[in-house]
């Protein structure tokens, strides 16, 4: 009872701050163009074309399935969306196409909608299912048919493969611990004679291809990726009009049904800036490669600047491909090589670090898959005293004695995202004025997956795991309550940008 009760309360307050719908964020847009918006969609689908017949590297794939030959006398190719939501530069959908006109066959598309995700909220939900939205746009006009399933993959899918006589199942890539057992689960189901094949669609170089093991950090991973670019780092073929149409068509969609019908948590509102789907995707990457790429190398860790991508949602969401993001960037940005050298090492080493992590450590959010080391100076310095405790009530809620990170998470409340930077100094304190490391880690996991439209992302729990447990890092000058793991204060911050500025922002800022 009281813990409904306090749950209530939180709710309210975050209502009261997010104010339950869409939020106004103008500042990441601002800055001069010199060219007139739009023209990126019309060059990119030039390329696409120019890359048609492009060969589909089989590393991309891995077999989950013992058989592997597509089922004789089936009456199509499935690909069972999941990560990757969008339709163009997808390189599993890429592959269930060829499949399918190799065999003369329909091509479909099914994403299965499960009515709770982790600590996400309507924000996240709102988010992916208007971006869905756009997916079945496009597949009706290419001849491809979108099928919206409600439930759990396992429970669901193989019923769905088999009713429609698919003859294979291509799906795409996702290393963490849910949707690696829906795989699991779907895998279990199928019939035997049905394929099933899995294609990181989200990596530029495929996780498995990357390395084969947990690596210790991005200086022994990035020589990997780095060598391999060469061979992934390719133009990507369009997704043309599918030439075998299906005689069985999809359910149509009742959007609003879907809407109304969710069960997660209304009190986290959608926001502004951010326009779902893959069309607010490029228009965000358009705007970064004319206004803010420039910027990247000298003010990426300036909060009060408009200098980042802003395009962590999108790819969350696998709105938007990372390898046509930065072949794009590689290919517009000439004039700014640093800036886009420190973008693919963000984009490709860092992010693919994080997938790596996460493939290879299944204690990915948890202490216990920290270093050796990092656990023992935690657990040596768990009873140091704190001068600062907070409940999660009064974090999620701002109310600390830090203005700078109580605007940071306002930002995060109010906008859905948080600048880079900052995260990790939000996330120490909360190591810091919370009673464990694991309180702290949970607490920061809790926060970044309800709030950030980038949630629930392999990079979310390596951020989390790197500035509480030291994960990808090396130890540093002992401490109370952080032992060796890696501190930032205040002052540090006041070194870097002007913090009172930052704080000015969002002291008063209304839902
Ligand atoms: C505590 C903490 C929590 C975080 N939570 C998330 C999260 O939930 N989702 C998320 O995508 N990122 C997370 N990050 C990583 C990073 O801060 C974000 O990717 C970045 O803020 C996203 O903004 P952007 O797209 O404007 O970034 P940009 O700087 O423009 O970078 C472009 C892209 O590179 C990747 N990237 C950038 N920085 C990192 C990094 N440090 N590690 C891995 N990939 C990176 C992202 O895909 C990002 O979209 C977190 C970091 C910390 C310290």
Known sequence: MAAEKVDRKRKRETTEMTGGKKQKLVSIHEGKREREAGWLEGEVAALRREAQGCRFDKKRLRF????????????????????????????????????????????????????????????????????????AKECSVLDIQFHLLRGEPGDILPGFVKDQNFGAVVTDFNPLRVPLQWVENVKKGLQPDIPFMQVDAHNVVPCWEASGKLEYGARTIRGKITKLLPKFLTEIPLVDKHPHTSKKTAEPVNWDEIFSSLEVDRSVGEVEWAKPGTAGGMATLESFIDVRLRHFATQRNNPNSAALSQLSPWVHFGQISAQRVVKEVQRSGKNASQSVASFTEELVVRRELADNFCFYNANYDNVKGAYEWAQKTLKDHAKDHRPYLYTREQLENAKTHDQLWNAAQRQMVLEGKMHGFLRMYWAKKILEWTSSPEEGLSIAIYLNDRYSLDGCDPNGYVGCMWSICGIHDQGWKERSIFGKVRYMNYAGCTRKFDVAQFERRYATKKA
């Not at 997808?90 to 995700?117: D, G, K, S, T």
Request: aromatic share 12%; with cysteine.
């Open 64 to 135: 989950l399935s013992e058989a592997q030959k597509i089922k004789q006398g089936s009456d199509g190719v499935l690909y069972w969306m999941a990560r990757d939501q969008r339709v163009q530069d997808n390189w599993a959908l890429i592959h269930a196409q060829q499949l399918a006109m190799a065999e003369n066959l329909p091509l479909h598309i099914c994403f299965c909608l499960v009515p709770r995700y982790l600590d996400s909220t309507f924000r996240q939900y709102a988010f992916m299912l208007k971006g869905l939205q756009e997916v």
